[in-house]
C-alpha cells in the first residue's frame, strides 16, 4: 500500500507522499498540472537553488534569518546544488503557472523539509524551518523565478554556447587556411556563375557565425540585471533595504559572473523583452549555421550525380538498404537543431508579446524552458558539427577542376572586351555543343587579345 502523511496549507488538508521532500502546495500541483509529464529542466532547478543560497546568505547578514535555521537551510542547498541530490523531488509540470509559482514554491518546501530533516524533525512538519517564512523570507515567485532565468541563461552562455561557438569558429579558420589556392565554379539561382574561392565561401560562414556571436554576447551583458528584491511586483515589498544588492553580491561570488541589481525591478518581473531578444539573437545564429549546413550539403552531394565537390567523412553506414551510402548527416542534424531553435524563438516572442500583460509575464516556465533547450541543442550541435563534419571535409580538387573547365560563365570576363551580346552568343553555343568557351571562340574565328589570360579563372577571383 502506499504510505501517505497528511498536511495542511491555506486551502486545507492534502494527502503527501510519505517519503516525500515536497508538501502540500506541491502535491497540489502535481495533481492541477498533469500536462505534459515534464518538469522544468534540471539547469533552472539548479540555477532556482543557487538564487535561494544567494537569498538565505543575505537574510542572515542582515539579521533577519536566525543563523542556525539559515545553516541548515544552506546545507540542504548545497545538497541539491553540489551533490545534486533531491532533484527527484521536483515533479511540476513545466505548464503550470505563468509565474512558476508552483517550481518556487516546490524548491522551498523540498529545501525546508531537509532543513528540518537535518535539524531532526521528521518530514512535514513546516518546524523549525517553514517553507515560506524562511526559505522564501524577502522574496516572491515574481522575482525569484525571473532572476533564476537571468542566472540559468547566463550560466549556459557562458559554459556551452559561447565555447562551442568558439570551437566552430576556430575550425572554420582552419578550413580557410586549407582551401586558400582552391578555385572552384560559383553558383547563383543554383546556376552556375563566376569563379569563387572555396575558402572565400568559409570565410562568408565564419563572418555570419560570428557576427550572430557579437549579438548574443550584446544580450549577455543586460542578462547580467537582475530583479532580485523586487518582491512580488517590483516594490520592494517585505524585503529589507538593500536585500537585492546583497543577494547579488552573493551570487557575483558563486558563480563568477559579473552581475549586478537592477535600478527598476519592475521591468524584469511584468516583461520578458531581454529573453525574446536572445531567443531572437539564437535565431541569428541559427540562420547562420543554418546556411552553412545546406550549402556543405549541396557541395558534398553525389559522390558522383551531384556537384561532389566535397567530400564528407564517412561517420556511419547511411543506408539500411544501399550498401555503401555515406550521407550529410552531420549537416542534416545541425539543420534540424536550427529549425527547433528558430521555433522556439516564436514560442519565446509569442510568451512576451501576448502573455506580458500589466505587471507580470505570465509565460515564465514556458519561456526559459525554450531558451533552455535552444541553448542545450546549440551548443551541442555546433561541437558536433566541427568536429564530426567540418574537421574532416575535404575538397573533390579533380571533381572542381572538371567544373571549372566546363564553366560557361568564364566569358563574363570577355564582355568588356567583344561586348556582351557577342559573349552571351559564345556561352549559348558552348552549351549547345559541348565545347569549352576557348573552343568556340577558336571556332568563331575571334581575335581577342590575351585571351589566356582573360579566361584564366584564377585570374578572375
Known amino acids: 500500500m502506499r504510505r501517505e502523511r497528511e498536511e495542511r496549507d491555506s486551502l486545507g488538508p492534502v494527502r503527501v507522499p510519505a517519503h516525500a521532500y515536497w508538501g502540500a502546495v506541491t502535491e497540489r500541483a502535481r495533481q492541477n498540472f498533469d500536462i505534459s509529464g515534464k518538469g522544468l529542466p534540471e539547469r533552472f532547478i539548479i540555477a532556482l537553488a543557487r538564487v535561494k543560497r544567494a537569498c538565505a546568505l543575505a537574510n542572515m547578514e542582515l539579521g533577519r534569518l536566525d543563523p542556525e535555521l539559515g545553516q541548515a537551510i544552506l546545507e540542504a542547498l548545497d545538497?541539491?546544488?553540489?551533490?545534486?541530490?533531491?532533484?527527484?523531488?521536483?515533479p511540476v509540470d513545466i505548464y503550470q503557472s505563468g509565474s512558476g509559482t508552483q517550481t518556487n514554491m516546490n524548491m522551498n518546501e523540498v529545501v525546508a523539509n531537509r532543513a528540518n530533516e537535518i535539524l531532526g524533525q521528521p518530514l512535514g512538519t513546516k518546524s523549525p524551518v517553514h517553507p515560506n517564512d524562511h526559505v522564501n523570507m524577502s522574496q516572491s515567485s515574481n522575482d525569484v523565478i525571473p532572476t533564476a532565468m537571468h542566472l540559468c541563461a547566463l550560466e549556459m552562455l557562458s559554459d556551452d554556447l559561447i565555447p562551442g561557438a568558439e570551437h566552430l569558429i576556430h575550425v572554420l579558420e582552419k578550413k580557410i587556411e586549407e582551401f586558400q589556392g582552391i578555385v572552384k565554379v560559383g553558383r547563383t539561382h543554383l546556376q552556375d556563375a563566376v569563379p569563387i574561392p572555396l575558402a572565400m565561401e568559409f570565410r562568408v560562414y565564419h563572418h555570419h557565425v560570428l557576427s550572430a556571436l557579437a549579438g548574443i554576447q550584446h544580450v549577455r551583458d543586460d542578462l547580467s540585471v537582475l530583479p532580485i528584491g523586487g518582491t512580488a511586483l517590483g516594490t520592494g515589498l517585505n524585503a529589507p533595504e538593500d536585500f537585492g544588492e546583497t543577494v547579488v553580491r552573493h551570487l557575483e561570488k558563486e558563480?563568477?559572473?559579473?552581475?549586478?541589481?537592477?535600478?527598476?525591478?519592475?521591468?524584469?518581473i511584468a516583461s520578458h523583452n531581454v529573453f525574446a531578444r536572445l531567443g531572437g539573437a539564437l535565431r541569428s545564429l541559427a540562420?547562420?549555421?543554418?546556411?552553412?549546413?545546406?550549402?556543405?550539403?549541396?557541395?558534398?552531394?553525389?559522390?558522383?550525380?551531384?556537384?561532389?565537390?566535397?567530400?564528407?567523412?564517412?561517420?556511419?553506414?547511411?543506408?539500411?538498404?544501399?550498401?555503401?551510402?555515406?550521407?550529410?548527416?552531420?549537416?542534416?542534424?545541425?539543420?534540424q537543431v536550427c529549425l527547433r531553435v528558430m521555433a522556439n524563438d516564436l514560442c519565446i516572442s509569442l510568451g512576451e508579446g501576448v502573455l506580458s500583460n500589466l505587471d507580470l509575464n505570465v509565460a515564465k516556465p514556458l519561456i526559459i524552458t525554450a531558451i533552455i533547450e535552444s541553448l542545450h541543442i546549440l551548443s551541442n550541435a555546433m561541437v558536433s558539427f566541427a568536429e564530426r563534419c567540418l574537421n574532416g571535409l575535404k575538397p573533390n580538387t579533380e571533381r572542381i577542376e572538371q567544373t571549372l573547365d566546363q564553366d560557361l560563365m568564364i566569358v563574363t570576363r570577355l564582355a568588356p572586351v567583344i561586348g556582351y551580346d557577342k559573349a552571351a552568343e559564345i556561352a549559348q553555343e558552348a552549351l549547345r555543343s559541348g565545347h569549352s568557351v576557348r573552343k568556340v571562340v577558336e571556332e568563331m574565328g575571334l581575335e581577342v587579345e590575351g585571351l589566356d589570360e582573360l579566361l584564366d579563372p584564377r585570374k578572375m577571383v
Open 255 to 268: 558563480t563568477g559572473l559579473p552581475l549586478r541589481a537592477s535600478g527598476l525591478r519592475a521591468e524584469a
Open 79 to 90: 545538497e541539491i546544488i553540489e551533490e545534486r541530490k533531491l532533484l527527484s523531488q521536483f
Open 287 to 335: 540562420l547562420a549555421l543554418l546556411k552553412m549546413a545546406n550549402d556543405i550539403r549541396l557541395m558534398a552531394s553525389g559522390p558522383r550525380a551531384g556537384l561532389a565537390e566535397l567530400v564528407l567523412p564517412e561517420n556511419e553506414p547511411g543506408s539500411s538498404i544501399m550498401p555503401g551510402k555515406v550521407n550529410p548527416t552531420q549537416a542534416e542534424m545541425l539543420a
